[in-house]
């Protein structure tokens, strides 16, 4: 695509980024197709071609309108064009730099701006975020249905024990995260307890906290790189020791662990440990998935038929870390029978934030998932990310797991 900056970006790293991703799309319109966005509208400017459109004339210099935030706010950053795109264009890092410029040149009203400081403040504090969600279950029976269905059900606050700390030759770091600790902690513990089973101990370090996704996507990208900065030193020493993996068990959180390096790039006290971090982050599917052999023997001992199950597989997961196969054989191997699960590319409308800023679109996509999760009766849904968990667990009366939960279960 022919592309001219405007002076004020052209020279920088990020305008040299974006002119080159620009010139990498060819408007052959292939990821339209798989665009949940143009899928529900039908308008091009809710596509990725449309959206590199209209970022391109924001980065030309034209005037920045409402229309052109509407549609950015609109993407779910789902990743699922860069998945189809045959010429390898990097949408995603393109939609980060067009929606900053976008914010800074034109400020958002005082409501919608002060609902993303209510959610960058309070969503990455675990101290302010899990009272809130234990006053809300006292509350239930009052609140509105909409906020009801979004809190965890009673009793999703107990963990199973974790193994004996540092018991394993093997070590690797577990990042607790902030939203999910608060909402659902046996994840956590169940990743400990079946890594344990492999011979490798999990720890988390306290002075770690939220990834920096949450920041992230809602524009504020200098608080999320404070987020990174933190996580960094709390985890350096022990990677100075050693540590052969930082493990996260929320593909939302993991891929943007991943991306530290990248984000840190420009930090020239930070970006070489940035890289570092990014090369030791780790899905657990892509641990156990190392431990195959071990995994698929354990898993044939206890083999018995557990019934039909859908799995979900997040955005984050397939588009974001590419991990595909890998969950669905163990699920396997373990005695469940996968239902087929049309459109499996598709986002569930969960996407970080999204449910909460976009909800209109965000419930039509859940819904829509959950008919075809739902088509061939399983008993229940499972996911690899915390964030479509709760969203799809608030609209559906099927229970919605973690998969690495029903592994430990299955080991136990
Ligand atoms: S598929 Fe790729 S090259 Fe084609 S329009 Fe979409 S982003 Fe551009
Ligand atoms: S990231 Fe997802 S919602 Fe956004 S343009 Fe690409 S496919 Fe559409």
Known sequence: MDTRLADFIRDTRAGKE???????????GFCTATCPTYQLLGDELDGPRGRIYLIKQVLEGKPVSEKTRLHLDRCLSC???????????????????????????????AGAALTRTLLRQVLPRPAIFRPLVKLGQALHPLLPTALADRLPPPGSFTARPWPVQARQLRRMLLLAGCVQPALAPNINAATARVFDKLGISLFEEAKAGCCGAVRFHLNDQAAARDDMRRNIDAWWPHVEAGIEAIVVTASGCGVQVRDYGYALIDDAVYAKKASKISELCRDPAEIIAAERVKMLDFLAAVRVERGK???HSPCTLQHGLKIRGIIEEFLDSAGYQLSPVAEAHLCCGSAGTYAILQPELSGRLRENKLAALSAAAPRMIVTANIGCLMHLQAGSVLPVRHWIELMDEILA
């Open 309 to 311: 199950l859908a799995f």
């Open 79 to 109: 990743r699922s064009c860069e998945t189809t795109c045959p010429s390898g264009v990097k949408y995603s890092r393109l939609l980060d730099i067009g929606r900053q410029v976008v914010e800074e040149k034109l400020p958002r009203r």
């Open 18 to 28: 974006a002119e080159e991703i620009l010139r990498s799309c060819v408007h052959c």
